[in-house]
């Protein structure tokens, strides 16, 4: 037997071959968020033949708009999970990006927990939207649910991606730090959670609405300065604040509908083209070739690009 293996903890073995077997999920998040890649595409040359077709001979694609909002949902929801196997979820590094490997996994696993619990809630309401919904689309009368379902189903793999992830931190810190410390960090995650729920549930009696709002600024900043992924903490934010201010039950029914018809929405259909755009000009690099011709005309100057 290698020393490696008689060193190893025999909790970090297990919670590592746990993690293991949740990472199976991988590989197939990654063919649906290709899958969702190509619908992408679909939809750009959609939304460009519509535009086309508008203005050209003035008869747009009969009920492109809807189309265009459901297949969004499933472009978002098909990527979410392989997104966060990747890594790709926007967080701020302030303080974390100062912090030992060891130290880093310690705050992580804090912070995993809490994203975990805002990821929970929203497949528990957003599930619950989906069983009670009745909406169809206008012109083709196609029904909400089965694209809640996707999105609930998305966000079921990206539970399990960040489970997966908590389970290496959880190893890392306990070959790191020691058992001890492991349990100290989950128990303070969910000492964490524990109280967001008591003040979504209690509504803070006695403190004013402005002062709530303040409060929950300062708890907005704080779970982005810790590393938490800023979309989570924005969430987490909405669902404890707006609950202490109107409720509850307003909170999660809003909670179940908010992401779903954010991403369905057709406002956002011209971020395609941005998107589009902004993979030419990085896969091409002619935007290196743009910055260094901005550089050369304007670099000599005071204040430079800033120009």
């Not at 708890?219 to 202490?244: D, E, K, Q, R």
């Amino acid at each position: 037997m290698s020393s490696n293996a008689i060193e190893t903890p025999p909790l970090a073995a297990q919670l590592e071959s746990l993690s293991a077997l949740i990472r199976r999920t991988e590989p197939f998040c990654q063919r649906i968020s290709t899958v969702g890649m190509y619908i992408f595409m679909g939809l750009v040359i959609l939304t460009f033949a519509d535009v086309l077709l508008r203005y050209v001979i003035g008869s747009p694609i009969s009920g492109s708009i809807e189309i265009t909002e459901m297949l969004m949902s499933v472009v978002l929801f098909s990527s979410v999970a392989y997104t966060y196997w990747r890594r790709g979820h926007v967080s701020m590094d302030i303080v974390t990006g100062k912090l030992s490997e060891l130290n880093k996994n310690r705050l992580g696993a804090i912070t995993t927990v809490w994203s975990l619990a805002v990821v929970f809630f929203c497949i528990t309401c957003m599930g619950k939207y989906a069983m009670t919904t009745t909406d169809t689309t206008s012109v083709w009368n196609m029904s909400y649910k089965p694209f809640i379902w996707f999105a609930v189903f998305g966000c079921v793999l990206l539970f399990l991606a960040m489970l997966s992830h908590l389970l290496d931190q959880l190893a890392a810190i306990i070959r790191g730090g020691g058992m001890g410390s492991a349990f100290l960090m989950l128990g303070i995650g969910l000492l964490g959670v524990a109280l967001s729920v008591w003040v979504a549930v209690e509504r803070l009696p006695g403190i004013s609405a402005p002062a709530q709002g303040v409060i929950g600024m300062v708890y907005m900043f704080t779970m982005f300065f810790l590393g938490m992924p800023v979309a989570f903490a924005l969430m987490g934010t909405s669902l404890v604040f707006i609950a202490s201010l109107r409720g509850l039950t307003a909170a999660l029914n809003l909670f179940g509908t908010a992401w779903f018809s954010t991403c369905s929405s057709y406002t956002w259909a011209p971020l395609m083209f941005f998107l589009l755009m902004g993979f030419l000009c990085f896969y091409s690099r002619f935007g290196e070739d743009l910055y260094r011709t901005a550089r050369n005309w304007c670099g000599h100057f005071r204040g430079g690009l800033a120009i």
